[in-house]
């Protein structure tokens, strides 16, 4: 069913495809940015979402100047998506990439759900389990890391999604609200795959990303799909693909280059160490761009 979505950040790596998904799935979408988003189909309402007058105003805006030939003011949306933020360390200032994330992340969702809308997608990470920008090498608990892992980041911007999280379970459960976080992977553009040839060579490099990947195609599938199932309240989602981003069996690769981390459960075949299990399970979620298969890669082998 088509849905209006305003999408906050649309105008990012993984926004822009995200985006671009949701209308090819039938959604008029409003993006909200500090920057245009070049997209047929998809106007872009500048604004900053740290200040809640200006979130209000682009939670009520119309969608287009089309928009203004209906004769009344807008309503507000089926759903929001929420991707905007400061999306690393090392942008600006500690306390700014904090303070960014979690105002913005709570002005979103406050405003969503004064406003009577029931669904709201919003981005976390994987940095929530703690190793991405951690202080040194430091080890998963265990593996595969799934939802319910004692999440435990040391920086800015991995504290800022944790926050970020409660701040969701808290208006969830407020409002009886479907508020979903994805715990999105290192986010993998189409002509980006000839990496992957300098990932298979240097283990250790992937270690920060778990040795796992989200297609930005993919991504936007995940988000539609959160948008699309209701009565889920509070939910916490892993956003990746389906396999290891390495040329052995899982559990073969893990008690080689990550001893110190035991196995949670068997993991079977090449499965993402930062497992999708339940994205598949509940949502239904099916990739389509599994790394081996995708063109930039196979391009890159020949040469």
Known sequence: MSKRIVFTGGSGKAGRHAVAHLLERGHSVLNVDRTALTLDGVHTLLADVTQSGECLNALTAHFGYAGFEKGSPPSPPDAVVHFAAVPRILMEADNTTYATNVLSTYNVIETAMKLGVRKVVIASSETTYGVCFAEGDKD????????????????????????????ARAFA?????DIYALRIGNVIEPHEYGKFHDFLADPMSRKRNAWSYID?????EIVHLCVERDGL??????????????????????????????????????????????????LGFREAHPWRREPAFLEAAKS
């Open 140 to 167: 998963y608990h265990h593996f595969p890391l799934e939802e319910d892992y004692d999440v435990d980041p040391m920086d800015s911007y991995g504290l800022s999604k944790v926050v970020n999280e409660k701040t």
């Open 173 to 177: 459960m407020r409002y009886g609200a």
């Open 216 to 220: 930005a195609r993919d991504l936007g």
């Open 233 to 282: 309240g509070f939910q916490v989602f892993n956003a990746v693909n389906d396999t290891i981003t390495a040329d052995l069996p899982t559990a073969e690769f893990l008690a080689k280059y990550a001893p110190g981390s035991p196995l949670k459960r068997a993991m079977v075949g090449d499965e993402a160490p930062l497992s999708n299990r339940k994205a598949r399970e509940v």
